[in-house]
C-alpha cells in the first residue's frame, strides 16, 4: 500500500479508495482531473496506480496517518523488512556450534546470533544500495548509517535482535561481522574459559 517508487513516496489508490476508505473513486478521479493529486504510475495489467504521498490534500493525508501512522516511518520499514531473510547458513552454524566444554550454544543464544546475522545481512543490502546512490547524488555517507541504525532500532522489539543501537557501534559491528563472519556474533561471555 506504500512504497518508494522511483524515490518517490507513494500510496496504492485502490487502497485508498478501498479498504482503507480514505476517499471515494469518484472524488480520487475529481481530485486527479483537478490536479490536487498526481497520480505517479498508472494502474493496469497486474500494477496498481500510484499516487505521489506529498501531492494527496492534507485532509486525507490525516486520515492516512490514523490509519497507518507515519507512511514515511512504514515505507522506510518496508525497504529494510524486504532484505530481512533467515540464512540458512547462520541457522546451520549456530545451531551445530559447540562451545570449548563440547556443548552446544544454548537455543535462546543460537536464535539470537541467527537473528543478528540475519540483520546484518540486511544493513549489508541496504547501506551498499544507500551509498551508491548518496554518493551519486553527492551526499554524506554518515547519514546513511545513521537512517540505517535508525530502522535497525525501530525494529528491535519486534525482532529482538542484540546489535548496537549507536551508528558507529553497528557500521563497525557490520565491518566485523563481513570480515569475520558467524564467529564475530559470539559473544565470549557464552564460551566458558578452558
Known amino acids: 500500500m506504500i ?7 507513494c500510496i496504492e489508490a485502490s487502497w485508498m479508495t478501498g479498504i482503507a476508505g480514505i476517499l471515494s473513486k469518484t472524488n480520487y478521479d475529481v481530485l486527479k482531473r483537478r490536479g490536487k493529486l498526481t497520480q505517479f504510475r498508472k494502474g493496469g495489467n497486474g500494477r496498481t496506480a500510484l499516487v505521489e504521498y506529498a501531492s494527496i490534500p492534507e485532509r486525507f493525508k490525516n486520515k492516512i496517518i490514523d490509519k497507518i501512522g507515519n507512511p514515511e516511518e512504514q515505507a ?6 524486504k532484505h530481512l531473510k533467515p ?4 541457522i546451520e ?3 551445530n556450534y559447540k562451545i570449548p566444554n563440547g556443548n552446544y550454544l544454548p537455543t535462546d543464544r543460537a536464535k539470537e546470533y541467527t537473528t543478528n546475522a540475519m540483520f546484518l545481512n ?4 541496504v547501506s551498499q544500495y544507500s551509498k551508491a546512490k548518496r554518493k551519486a547524488m553527492g551526499g554524506k555517507r554518515t547519514c546513511v548509517w545513521q537512517a540505517v541504525s535508525d530502522v535497525v532500532n525501530e525494529l528491535q522489539k519486534e525482532y529482538q535482535h542484540t546489535l548496537p543501537a549507536n551508528y558507529l557501534r553497528l557500521k563497525e559491528k557490520t565491518k566485523q561481522f563481513n570480515s569475520q563472519g558467524f564467529e564475530s556474533l559470539i559473544h565470549k561471555s557464552v564460551i566458558p574459559n578452558s
Open 3 to 9: 512504497k518508494y517508487y522511483n524515490d518517490i513516496l
Open 76 to 81: 522506510k520499514h518496508q525497504q529494510f523488512r
Open 87 to 90: 540464512s540458512r547458513k547462520a
Open 93 to 95: 552454524y549456530f545451531g
Open 122 to 125: 540486511a544493513v549489508n543490502i
